[in-house]
């Protein structure tokens, strides 16, 4: 495995240590983990990653696109209906190293009045250090302990299950995507993997609900 890969695939601690306000695991010796999933809501997807959930009576966190919601609001609705939280992943997938803060704050600001959730989760993980210096001011960031990698055209369902059995550890905040790009491996993967976790003792926690802090 290359050295890429561990890097995508769990952040180093340097990563870490540049983004201090940011939460990327939960510090604990219990077998808990968190379930996330990013780029939704969409049609295709979202409602069979719902329903795997609901088979295995696991709560997960989405991390919405404001856009998509925009388009699908009963999805939003539908995930919080299951009892699952949702955090904000931008208005348009905007990736912060490519625009300047106040953009970006506003781009936040506009996915906000569709999701309103104080969670927030920049799309690719990566943000600058001026944008999440403001955007903490107003939402807990939350980056990641384990990327599946479940978007990747080059890995196969099987590697997405070894990648979460390779970096999955108490207290793990894990992501995949309820996105069309992530399907043709997610829905053999996820109930694989969420089966494996079980197998190992672990509990599934989703993360707050808009009304909740972290």
Not at 14 to 24: D, S
Not at 191 to 196: C, K
């Amino acid at each position: 495995m290359s050295f890429l890969r561990r890097f995508i695939e769990r952040p180093p601690l340097l990563f870490r240590i540049l983004f201090p306000e940011a939460v990327f695991r939960f510090g604990t010796k219990e077998k808990c983990i968190y379930l996330t999933f990013d780029d939704g809501p969409v049609p295709e997807v979202t409602p069979r990653v719902l329903d795997i959930l609901d088979r295995y009576g696991v709560k997960a966190t989405f991390f919405m696109v404001g856009d998509n919601v925009r388009r699908h609001p009963g999805l939003l609705e539908e995930v919080l209906r299951r009892g699952h939280a949702i955090g904000n992943h931008t208005m348009h997938h905007l990736q912060g190293s490519r625009v300047k803060a106040r953009r970006y704050l506003s781009d936040v600001r506009e996915a906000d009045r569709y999701i309103g959730s104080h969670l927030f989760r920049p799309p690719h993980g990566w943000l600058r250090w001026k944008q999440a210096a403001m955007l903490k001011r107003e939402f807990t960031l939350v980056m990641y302990d384990l990327v599946t990698r479940d978007y990747s055209r080059h890995l196969t369902a099987d590697d997405v299950v070894r990648n979460v059995m390779h970096y999955s550890r108490p207290g793990s905040i894990v992501v995949f995507h309820d996105s069309l790009k992530s399907e043709p491996r997610l829905m053999d993967a996820l109930p694989r993997s969420i089966e494996w976790l079980k197998g190992e003792g672990y509990e599934f926690r989703r993360l707050s609900r808009p009304d909740e802090r972290l």
